[in-house]
């Protein structure tokens, strides 16, 4: 099979299926992984994919969240462990449905009597074992980010209060603005910054410099950012 050819067909498949491992393009059009990942190469240099952790995706605002879930995960982690850091036993606890957010899991356990209030599906999976009070903001399910988003989920989240809220987005503009691709989800956290006591934005370096369609907020609007990187100070200037 030609080169152009086999793009084609990755192309097609992707259309139905979103993102896609290499192993089930290799297995799905008979060549061999190696194979796919020189065409993932040539395709992402021409705009066409995005490569991500063991796949492709046609692009960001449509990668699944397991995708999403596993890039960057060593940054995810560091930035969870620091996150953590910020928790008390007892306090009342706000996680999104961003990826970050939920490399924090891990270390809730240390934690005793946390209300953990979150929109986002995997979450009270995750937690449903657990003895800390779980409380799910309801709404429409959004399938792709398995995230509780529209008016039932914004009116839920408008009576409560809590202590410290951690949420992420797909991007932070170099004029220092919080964006994402998703109108849904950035209306609740807009909800989300009004009601949390403390905010803290959650952001690994591959996300600066991005600019997405829907602004939630400035980095300056935000009491707490949390990176493993350093973010310019020239982010932080509101103009």
Avoid: W
Wanted: charged content about 25%; proline content about 2%.
């Amino acid at each position: 099979m030609l080169q152009i050819e086999r793009h084609k067909q990755i192309l097609q498949l992707l259309k139905f299926h979103t993102a896609l491992r290499v192993s089930d393009l290799a297995s799905e059009l008979y060549i061999s992984e190696a194979t796919v990942r020189r065409d993932l190469c040539e395709m992402e240099k021409a705009g066409l994919v995005r490569r991500v952790y063991g796949g492709v995706t046609l692009n960001e605002a449509d990668m699944p969240l397991d995708f999403r879930r596993r890039e960057n995960a060593q940054a995810k982690r560091e930035i969870a462990a620091k996150a953590a850091a910020l928790i008390s036993d007892g306090d009342t606890v706000f996680l999104d449905s961003s990826s970050t957010a939920q490399h924090m899991l891990p270390y809730l356990s240390r934690f005793r009597d946390l209300a953990v209030i979150t929109n986002s599906h995997s979450v009270l999976e995750q937690l449903c074992t657990s003895e800390h009070r779980l409380i799910s903001t309801g709404g429409r399910l959004l399938l792709r980010n398995r995230a509780f988003v529209g008016p039932a989920a914004e009116a839920a989240l408008e009576s409560l209060s809590p202590a410290i809220a951690f949420f992420s987005s797909q991007g932070v503009g170099a004029d220092g603005e919080i964006t994402d691709d998703s109108e849904e989800e950035t209306s609740l956290r807009r909800v989300l910054l009004r009601r949390a006591a403390r905010t803290v934005f959650l952001c690994d370096t591959g996300k600066l410099g991005k600019r997405h369609l829907y602004r939630l907020c400035h980095l300056c609007e935000v009491d707490e950012v949390i990176c493993d990187g350093e973010i310019p100070a020239a982010y932080f200037t509101k103009k």
